[in-house]
């Protein structure tokens, strides 16, 4: 990748305009019991208020709030329950980092465009690519807030059911570019792309999106990668999530070679100096 030539984005975040001059960390607050990190789960308000501020200190550039378990075969949580779980955790961050940049994890229109109503939430998130919820596309271009645009199959319990590809690249980019057209025509805003690793992907097709990954750039897209301690790590190198951080920043590395703008992590400390090294190697030559 030539980072000399590749273009800089920015997001509009409630009105302030962020120009991503360098690529963002998105650290990870998940509220919920069941998420296959263990070391990532929240359920009280004490691991909250500790994990907020944890993400802060370590430098992450946005904080991605989820109550759903996205796991494969993860039971699905009641809409009910997930607004409660969320409203636990944006409470907290709002009263103890009132400045953060919040993106809210769900693939439901109600709660996404709730959250931003109530809490300024600055992202919506949405792993199903707005096949979830018909809504979506709606709530995002009404808000005006940057989406993220995850690409997946069917559900957390049959996502895997539907793993085969002609031509996994260019039939993602031709999903993108279909959705990315539709979002622009109802109003949307910014747009970022997320390739989905892990969901409706099997190991070989998770390395051959990450070996050509800088094709995406042809959406013309801030481009987002969640790979962190992901199974695409830990079933290759025969380990469990907990001993993936290493494989982890690897890929992150990898990530960043072929222009990933953002990374969405557990372990923001490890992300943040990733992006310093790749970026200052990267940027030597220019």
């Known amino acids: 990748m030539n980072i000399c030539q590749k273009r800089t984005f920015s997001l509009n975040l409630n009105g302030t305009l962020r120009e991503m001059n360098r690529p963002q960390v998105m650290g990870i607050l998940n509220l919920t019991p069941d998420s296959f990190y263990a070391g990532s789960r929240c359920r009280d308000a004490e691991t909250i208020v500790g994990r907020v501020r944890q993400l802060v200190e370590e430098g992450a550039d946005m904080i991605d709030v989820g109550a759903c378990s996205s796991r494969p075969g993860a039971e ?27 993106s809210v994890d769900t693939f439901r229109a109600d709660i996404a465009e709730w959250a931003v109503r109530e809490y300024r939430a600055d992202i919506i998130n949405d792993i199903s690519g707005g096949e979830a919820d018909a809504r979506m596309f709606e709530v995002v271009a009404d808000t005006g807030v940057p989406y993220i645009l995850m690409h997946m199959r069917g559900t957390f319990r049959t996502m895997m059911d539907d793993t085969s590809y002609d031509h996994v690249v260019a039939d993602l980019l031709q999903w993108f570019a279909a959705r990315i057209d539709r979002l622009t025509r109802m109003g949307a805003k910014d747009i970022i792309v997320d390739p989905g690793f892990g969901f409706s992907k099997t190991l070989d097709t998770n390395y051959a999106l990450m070996n050509r990954l800088s094709e995406f750039a042809a959406l013309d897209v801030p481009l987002l990668v969640g790979v962190s301690r992901k199974s695409m790590i830990y079933k290759l190198l025969d ?37 310093k090294i790749v970026t200052r190697t990267l940027r030597s030559g220019c």
């Open 239 to 275: 380990t469990v999530p907990e001993e993936s951080l290493n494989g982890t920043t690897v890929l992150h590395t990898l990530a960043l070679l072929g222009g990933a703008d953002i990374l969405r992590v557990h372990d923001v400390k490890a992300a943040v100096e990733t992006v």
């Open 76 to 102: 699905e949580v009641s809409p009910e329950e997930e607004k409660r779980r969320l409203a636990a955790g944006l409470e907290v961050i709002r009263k103890h980092c009132p400045d953060c940049c919040i």
